[in-house]
Every structure is written in structure tokens, then in C-alpha cells.
């Protein structure tokens, strides 16, 4: 049941069809990337001597290295980890020792700052980097067979921050990982062998999900030569290489559809759109469809049920005709094929159509539990259901509307970014007393940072600057706030809790300027 058969199976299927580009250019076949995967799969058992279901990160960007790495893991037997490039080497450093990883697969760009970070925080963890030695071993070494693993071996250790500020370890299974690419074909897309996915969003987070289906169909996998996202390079390449699919986030799929309307660019080389990982405006996708035509699907999901609890498909969003159209495009769809999603009130009692409560789900895609965090695991895990923290509403249909994220979650730009977590930095500032960090509403990023802060009286002086240098020793630059808000004092109710709805509704009518320092005015982060 190891979930890296199906590179396996492709490559015996399909040997010279092309598997990995960069660019427009082919860099290898299928059967050479199985090749060099199972290289690298036998060096990490034989010459490293790593065992079933030691743990691996991958700390890199975009690269054909990176599926080479995360498929050279899971034929192994081991447990992929994959970490966002874009955090701080000591959050990277953290998340390594807590996994108790045994490897690191570290992009050139990043070696040296996790190096450092890896020294200060404990035992020495090997690095493993395309372009050395080491690497060129590893492609080069004897071939193993993949791995047999049980269908609820661990897979995939997925780290996402909780409320408390510390990340926490999604356990999924070869299991989950399969069932989530099953529910890919009958919810998202079905795929020809002739598509081709572009990795322009992160393959540490969604994207690197979705490269499994593509994966069975034994379809390209494209590498921008930028490494990320930039529409220019997305339309020139759809029109070179065409039927391109691609998962982006609701920024990025506003960015590229501006980029083909301002331009007059053709459309016709994208095949299909996922958005996901963050709210996309019924204005926005309607202008999508406009422009595009029918190329889009929404997905809903959280790392704890991979990119599987809601889809809303491509015909249901295309369908103008419904007299439902518009809430529908507002919705998250229904859910997919092999979950069940209820909406419940506290005790978990279903609640009636269009009643707003938690959104909970089961089935073979939610996790096992959190990496050595039992409390977590028991809050989030109840009778088999998974209680997401998301607030939502499901009617009739079974079409969920999500209203809001009980834990405070920010996602800007397709990342997520979690209040306390950037709290816990500031208020470690000697002059700063209070702080609470909120979400505000961006047409380009979906949501930035705002910080309210409340500094010591013996501190006038102290502003923005010297705080943007205090999160980026600390946190990675993409959680830092873009505005700060100094204020005298931060709403409370009678507990002491601080009121973040307050917060939000003084940044909406204005009222926030009105609290602010004597002479001083919101200051804004640059970019």
C-alpha cells in the first residue's frame, strides 16, 4: 500500500513518457525519475541507514529536486515532512527536532541558515543538498524496490500552527494520501494523460498533494524556471506546453486572471484551475469565469483532512442558469465523495439547514492525530469526526458557506498565519506591554497583519521598524504584521479577554486612529 507505487506503475506503464520539465523543457522520463528515485530511496536505507518510518524533511523550493526527494522518501518507507521554504530557519529548526527527523533535504539557497539554526537547537541533523556530492551519490546509488508499508503507516507529517503559537504535526497515512487522490478524480478533476500541473504554488503545502493524481495518470509535472508564481510566465507557458493545471491560491488566481484580461492573453492552454486555502469573493470568481471561462474548481480542506472535506466543480460553478448561482458560487460546494460533513453545535448535535456552526467531517482522509500531542489529537478527534474550528452553514443541497474561522486563522496570499503565534514575538520586546494581532481584509493578499499594540510609557519612541527588525530575527518575514496599530489600551470584556471583534470593527469604520498615541498615525509595513 506505499503510496509511491504509482510512480512505480507509471514508469512501467509509461517509460518514456515525460515526467518532469522545467519550463517547456523535458528533463526527465518517466522511467529516468523512477530511476533516480529508487537511487535515492536505496542510499537513504542502505548508505544512510534509515528505517522504516524514520521522518525526512524536505526545506526547499520548487524544484524538480523536491519530487525526486518526496517520492525518494516514501519508496523507501519513510515519512515525508515538508516545510514551508518561505519560514525562518529556527522555526524550520524546531519543527526538525520535534519530528525527530533524521534528514534534511535543503535547498543551496537555505542550507546555511537552517545549518546555523540546527547547531543552536541540538544534535546534529545531516543535510542532504542538490548540487553536492551528497546528492549526486544519492541519485547514483543502488536501487531498492519500494517499500511495503501498511495502509496506516504514516506518510506524510504535515506541520500547521495552533492557536497556542506552537506548530503541530499532522499525522496522514499512506491510507489518507490514497483516498484524497481518489476523491481528486471523482470531485476535482478526472485527468487525461495529457495534462500537464505547473507548480506555482509551494510544493510543501497543497500543490505537493495534488502532484499524486498526476502522478497515477502519468502526466507532466512542470517546474516554472522562475520556481513560483508569476502570471506572465504562466500564460507563455500554457501556449507552449498546454493543458495546464495548476492549484493556486484565491490571490493567485486574481493576479493571473487580471494578467489575461489586462493582456488579451488566450486562455485556451489552461485545462483547469483548483483554488483553495483561503476565502475567494463571489465578485472575484465571477470575474474569474468571465475572463477564463470554465477552467475552475474550489476545493476546501485543512492539512488535517488534506484538500478533502468541500469541492465545487466546475460545471456547478459554470452553470449560470441555476437559480442558486449566486450563493452557490459563494459556497464551498458539497462534500466530496468519500467524507461525510456534518454542521454541528457545541455538544455536536446536527443542526438544521442554514444554521451556522462547526464544520466537522470523517472518513479515510482525516488524520490519525497530532505528532506527540496527545491533548491536541483528543480536542480535534471526537467519535471519529474531526472538528475543523471552522464556522459554517449547510443548506438544502448540501451546499457549506463557511462565515468564519472560530481560531482566528489569517491566510494572506495562500499562506496561513496564526494570530497568537506573531503575538508571542512582539510582546517578547522589552517595550512592548500589550499586543493582539488581526486579520484585515487585502484586494491583493485576501487578508495582511495588523497588530495592535500598546507600548511601555518610558518607550514613546519606539515604532514599526524597530518591531519589523524584532519578527524577522524571529518568525518568517510573510507572518510579520504589515501595519501597526500603537494604541493606549486594547478592548476587554469583563474577563480581560481582549475583544478581537472590537479590534475589527474599529479597523472597518475608522475608529482605530482614534486611539492611537498622541501624535502618532498607523504605520504600515513595506512589502
Known amino acids: 500500500m506505499n503510496l509511491a507505487r504509482i510512480l512505480a506503475r507509471s514508469a512501467r506503464t509509461f517509460p518514456e513518457r515525460s515526467a518532469l520539465l522545467v519550463g517547456a523543457k523535458c528533463v526527465l522520463t518517466y522511467a529516468a525519475l523512477a530511476a533516480r528515485v529508487a537511487r535515492m530511496a536505496g542510499y537513504l536505507r542502505q548508505n544512510l541507514g534509515l528505517a522504516p518510518g524514520d521522518r525526512v524533511a524536505i526545506y526547499m523550493g520548487n524544484s524538480p529536486e523536491y519530487l525526486e526527494s518526496l517520492f525518494g522518501v516514501l519508496w523507501a518507507g519513510l515519512v515525508v515532512v515538508p516545510v514551508n521554504a518561505k519560514l525562518h530557519p529556527r522555526e524550520v529548526a524546531w519543527i526538525v527536532a520535534n519530528a525527530q527527523a533524521r534528514l534534511v533535504c535543503v535547498s543551496p539557497e537555505l542550507a546555511a541558515g537552517l545549518a546555523g539554526a540546527l547547531d543552536e537547537s541540538g544534535p546534529a541533523v545531516p543535510l542532504l543538498m542538490p548540487g553536492e556530492g551528497h546528492y549526486q551519490r544519492a541519485v547514483s546509488a543502488l536501487a531498492i524496490p519500494v517499500q511495503e508499508r501498511a495502509p496506516e503507516d504514516l506518510a506524510w507529517l504535515f506541520y500547521t500552527s495552533g492557536t497556542t503559537g506552537q506548530p503541530k504535526g499532522v499525522m496522514l497515512s499512506h491510507r489518507n494520501l490514497q483516498a484524497m487522490t481518489a476523491c481528486f478524480f471523482m470531485d476535482v478533476d478526472p485527468v487525461a494523460c495529457e495534462d500537464a500541473v505547473v507548480y506555482a504554488a509551494p510544493l510543501s503545502h497543497g500543490a505537493g498533494l495534488y502532484s499524486f493524481p498526476y502522478v ?47 493582456s488579451g492573453a ?11 486555502g483561503g476565502p475567494m469573493y463571489g465578485d472575484d470568481i465571477r470575474a474569474a469565469l468571465d475572463v477564463m471561462g470554465p477552467r475552475f474548481v474550489q476545493i476546501y480542506g485543512q492539512g488535517e483532512s488534506p484538500m478533502t472535506i468541500t469541492a465545487l466543480s466546475r460545471s456547478l460553478l459554470a452553470d449560470r442558469s441555476d437559480p442558486a448561482w449566486a450563493q452557490r458560487v459563494a459556497s464551498v460546494g458539497v462534500a466530496q465523495t468519500l467524507v461525510d460533513v456534518r454542521i454541528v453545535d457545541r455538544e455536536g448535535r446536527t ?28 480536542a480535534a478527534l471526537r467519535d471519529g469526526w474531526l472538528w475543523t474550528g471552522d464556522m ?7 451546499f457549506v458557506t463557511l462565515k468564519d474561522r472560530s481560531k482566528d486563522l489569517i491566510i494572506s496570499g495562500g499562506s496561513n498565519i496564526y494570530p497568537r503565534e506573531v503575538e508571542e514575538v512582539l510582546i517578547t520586546h522589552p517595550a512592548v506591554r500589550e499586543v493582539s494581532v488581526i486579520g484585515r481584509h487585502d484586494a491583493d493578499w485576501g487578508e495582511v497583519v495588523v497588530a495592535f499594540v500598546v507600548l511601555d510609557p518610558a518607550a514613546a519612541d519606539v515604532g514599526q521598524d524597530e518591531l519589523d527588525r524584532h519578527c524577522l530575527e524571529r518568525i518568517a518575514r510573510f507572518k510579520r504584521p504589515k501595519e501597526y496599530r ?42
Open 216 to 262: 497515477v495518470r502519468g502526466c507532466r509535472h512542470v517546474i516554472p524556471e522562475s520556481g513560483g508564481f508569476d502570471p506572465d510566465e504562466l500564460i507563455n507557458l500554457a501556449g507552449r506546453v498546454g493543458r495546464l493545471a495548476l492549484f493556486a491560491a484565491p490571490t493567485m488566481v486574481r493576479r493571473l486572471v487580471e494578467r489575461v484580461k489586462s
Open 266 to 276: 488566450d486562455p485556451s492552454g489552461f485545462q483547469t484551475i483548483i483554488y483553495g
Open 351 to 378: 443542526l438544521p439547514n442554514d444554521e451556522v456552526g462547526e464544520v466537522v467531517v470523517c472518513g479515510d482522509t482525516v488524520m490519525s492525530g497530532y505528532w506527540r500531542n496527545p491533548e491536541a489529537s483528543a
Open 392 to 398: 459554517g452553514s449547510m443548506d438544502s443541497h448540501g
Open 486 to 527: 500603537f494604541v493606549d489600551a486594547l478592548p476587554k470584556n469583563n474577563y480581560g479577554k481582549v475583544l478581537k471583534t472590537s479590534l475589527r470593527l474599529m479597523l472597518d469604520d475608522g475608529q482605530a486612529e482614534g486611539m492611537l498615541r498622541d501624535g502618532r498615525r498607523p504605520q504600515q509595513s513595506a512589502s
